[in-house]
């Protein structure tokens, strides 16, 4: 009879000593690794803040005052990180979204309230999405009422058929397209010496027009949605309290190369536009035909093609992360790993933001202009509710522990917050009365 | 008649002589007395110190009104006390884990339902309302009653009864106190679990886990996203946790200390006994994306000439061993070489005497632990396996792969 209980030991002793294999990837490959595993979210929020909206504004910025507003991106992306900061720390704590969040500490009728601006404006914004895919492919030659539909199809289709995963590969590297701008920028052939000198030396005009542009660049620039979205985007990621720095640094990354972007748009239209005196461009589209003369073909088609790039992204994002916040925060069955009859709502709410975003371009006389300052005039007022339900939210210890706001961080937070209040309500109101402005704003 | 917690907040109530007392608002449970039953009545009045009416000095209640049977005298202060169930701090709002229908859902209102005793009214909490019913009673919250369930008519109800209701207590003094527990988890599908577990907070699931007995824990770890069962094991007390990963197989385990800083899985390895921990450890060795990531060191082995009969012999004698997922054996020669695996089915249908080498599987397949994770799917898929055996550079078998190792790989690639 076989002894297999020497086999056993044998085989045993022979396993221990066959162990010297390929070692675990350490040291800095392994941080990279974890860094890698959680950017996504910031990344991707803080670029789609450059929506078709965004990009209309830095470009009539560039247009009108040439170099003279870019030291404003330095205390822009101090706000963006900060107020972005709160929302990946609460994710990343409690476990939790933002909605969920409101809706347990501040009960039923809060959440609703949110919820059902939150829908408004979030529609307002994707109507505005689709009118730059309109824009931009018009400058190509093709007609809205061909690619509006188009876009609308592939960004349905895309979020409901991809997984997780694959969407966020699409969405990185539609961030990646932003890098389109630099060309831009580059072709443009900018004086960069006066450009880097106007980003460490503000220069303050008191003009009513010139502080306008200054509070437009700041309201485009935060949306309130986005912090939803970052929030969730960091809690569907599974990262945990100890990737903290990851995820922190995430954040950070986004709001830099955010700003980065809205720079070379800023430079681009400044060593164009504004050199050859056509000053008064109202939007991004109208800027890219401006440039076809002065840059160039390649300067106007590439700055097209980021108009193009942001709209599809941003109108990929927006009714995904609206129609979620809405589900989680009133207790609907939501994501897109749901089977449709287990989340009708989810669904439905997704659809129909696609379907009338899209479809009031196609309307023959749609007031799109009237659309795009109340998509902005909805974003200026939400945002201040939003800000302050985050601000209390991160401050409760009770949820966040040893993550609570440290004073210092609270006061900078509040101080953001109530400047970025003030500066969108000075933009509410003159969006609602044009004449109190002078100059015309773009949406 | 079926009452509901938004239809009853702010009620006046009034004491046995009519006087006005206060306004309800909070009802409590004590559920160390009765699980169901509302236990104290909180009456507000105002800039005074709120009163407390216990349940039986309640004589009546419908939608605005509350009656007692005593004088407002016999009534005590409110002292906030945590082993009382509160319906609209605990409850309102709040996710909660729906037994019967395997889900997290959130609390839109609670259903009561009156109960007459000698002299007074019990109300007891019947169901939970997490539908839309319940939403539009809370929007509304204020109107008279008749309006809103004469708006709500029609709604589809969604409700899930008092006994199927699962609360959520990240703090388990409180959870002591209130008599949570969650041994009605413990029926659940470890998979379920994980999947609702998925859906609640960092601190919940924390709760959840440290409450479970250690073998669904280890199951549901096992079974949850692999960058949750890490945080939930790292923030455990570290011998909870050993005990908890010596309970799950070894890759599992590996699985979840590998993305553990190198100080936090060497504690955990040293509270675990030597012969689970080596297993672990060695384990750890491997990318994940390898066979020898992906094998399982626990595995069933014989010689190759001891016979059917002996073989079931030996099995028979091993209680500590599972084989309940076991369908395919593997064979040694003299030597501790591989020399091929017999299927379970095979032997069942076997002789008494049999040896087991006549009843090996064709063709002899094997991988080295270096092979990455495309080369083991190609095996399983061409095929058709359900183990594939890991030998080292001298074909002693390491460890087993079985083919929901693979299915989790593909489905994580």
């Known amino acids: ?443 | 008649m079926n009452l509901y917690a938004t239809e009853l907040v702010g009620s006046a109530a009034f004491d046995a002589q009519g006087n006005f007392v206060g306004r309800v608002r909070e009802f409590f449970v004590e559920p160390a007395e009765a699980p169901n039953r509302v236990s104290h009545y909180l009456l507000s009045r105002g800039k005074y110190q709120p009163l407390i009416a216990r349940h039986d000095q309640v004589a009546s209640v419908e939608p605005g009104k509350v009656t007692l049977n005593v004088g407002e005298r016999a009534l005590r202060e409110y002292v906030p006390n945590e082993s009382l169930l509160a319906v609209q701090k605990d409850l309102l709002d709040q996710q909660i884990i729906d037994i019967s229908g395997r889900k997290v859902v959130r609390v839109n209102d609670v259903e009561m339902a009156e109960q007459r005793a000698n002299g007074n009214v019990e109300l007891r909490i019947t169901q939970v309302d997490v539908g839309l019913p319940g939403a539009v009673r809370r929007l509304l919250q204020g109107l008279p009653s008749k309006v809103i369930r004469k708006l709500e008519k029609g709604l589809p109800q969604k409700a899930i009864r008092w006994e199927f209701v699962n609360l959520i207590e990240p703090d388990p003094l409180r959870r002591l106190k209130l008599r949570i527990t969650h041994e009605k988890l413990e029926d659940l599908h470890p998979a379920d679990l994980a999947e609702m577990m998925e859906q609640l907070s960092t601190a919940e699931r924390q709760g959840i886990i440290a409450s479970l007995d250690e073998e669904t824990a280890a199951a549901v770890l096992g079974e949850l996203d692999r960058r949750l069962s890490t945080q939930i094991v790292e923030k455990l007390d570290p011998e909870k946790a050993a005990d908890i990963l010596e309970e799950m197989a070894p890759d599992a385990a590996a699985d979840v200390l590998a993305d553990l800083p190198k100080e936090t899985s060497e504690e955990l390895l040293d509270e675990m006994p030597g012969q689970e921990a080596n297993e672990v450890r060695e384990l750890l060795e491997y990318d994940p994306k390898t066979a020898g990531g992906m094998m399982n060191p626990e595995f069933v082995f014989v010689g190759e000439d001891s016979t059917r009969y002996e073989v079931l012999a030996w099995m028979k004698r091993q209680d500590e061993m599972k084989f309940e997922q076991l369908d395919t054996i593997v064979l040694v020669d003299p030597e501790a070489r591989f020399s091929g695996t017999v299927p379970v089915v095979r032997m069942m249908l076997a002789g008494d005497d049999q040896p087991m080498k006549e009843l090996k599987a064709e063709p002899l397949l094997s991988v080295g632990p270096m092979a990455d994770d495309k080369e083991v799917f190609e095996l399983f898929d061409k095929y058709n396996l359900r183990t594939l055996t890991v030998i080292d550079e001298e074909s002693r078998p390491m460890g087993t792969i079985t083919v929901d190792d693979v299915v989790s790989q593909l489905v994580n690639r």
């Open chain 1, 1 to 443: 009879m076989v002894n297999w209980e020497a086999i056993a030991e044998r085989v045993e002793a022979l396993r221990e000593r066959g162990s010297g294999m390929r070692r675990r990837v350490r040291g800095w490959q392994h941080r990279v690794a974890l860094l890698l595993a959680v950017v996504g979210p910031g990344l991707i929020t803080s670029n789609v803040d450059n929506d078709a909206g965004g990009i209309s504004v830095y470009t009539q910025a560039g247009a009108q005052y040439g170099y003279a507003l870019l030291w404003s991106l330095i205390p822009m992306t101090i706000a963006l990180y900060v107020t972005e900061e709160m929302c990946a720390r609460m994710g990343v704590v409690t476990g939790k979204g933002l909605s969920d969040l409101i809706r347990e500490e501040f009960g039923f009728r809060s959440t609703f309230f949110v919820m059902v601006c939150g829908f408004f404006v979030d529609l307002a914004n994707v109507v505005a999405e689709f009118a730059g895919v309109a824009a931009a492919m018009e400058i190509f030659g093709v007609s809205r009422y061909i690619a509006v539909p188009i876009a609308a199809i592939v960004v349905w289709v895309l979020v409901l058929k991809g997984t997780y995963r694959q969407v966020e590969v699409i969405f990185l590297i539609a961030c990646g397209f932003y890098a389109t701008y630099i060309f831009a920028a580059i072709l443009a052939k900018p004086e960069w010496l006066i450009a880097a000198k106007h980003i460490a030396i503000p220069t303050f005009h008191f003009q009513a027009s010139y502080l306008l542009m200054l509070t437009a660049l700041v309201g485009t620039t935060i949306a309130p949605w986005q912090f939803f979205y970052l929030q969730a985007g960091f809690v569907e990621k599974k990262v945990g309290p100890r990737q903290y720095r990851q995820a922190r640094a995430d954040v950070l990354l986004g709001s830099i190369t955010c700003m980065a972007i809205v720079f070379f748009i800023i430079v681009c239209t400044a060593a164009t536009l504004y050199a050859s005196g056509q000053r008064n461009i109202t939007d991004a589209a109208e800027a890219a035909k401006a440039l076809f003369p002065l840059a160039g073909r390649w300067a106007g088609v590439t700055f097209a093609f980021g108009l193009l790039n942001a709209s599809l992204f941003a109108a990929t994002i927006l009714p995904l992360s609206t129609a979620h916040v809405i589900c989680e925060g009133l207790g609907f069955e939501a994501g897109v790993d749901r089977k449709f009859k287990d989340a009708k709502i989810f669904y439905s709410l997704y659809t129909l933001l696609i379907v009338v975003g899209a479809g009031i371009i196609l309307l023959p006389k749609a007031p799109l202009w009237r659309i795009l300052i109340f998509s902005q005039v909805g974003n200026g007022l939400w945002l201040p509710v939003v800000v302050i339900f985050i601000l209390l939210l991160v401050n409760r210890r009770d949820l966040m522990g040893e993550h609570v706001n440290t004073g210092a961080f609270n006061a900078v937070a509040w101080v953001t917050a109530i400047a970025m209040i003030v500066l969108t309500l000075v933009l509410v109101y003159t969006a609602i009365f044009p004449s109190a402005a002078g100059a015309p704003l773009g949406g």
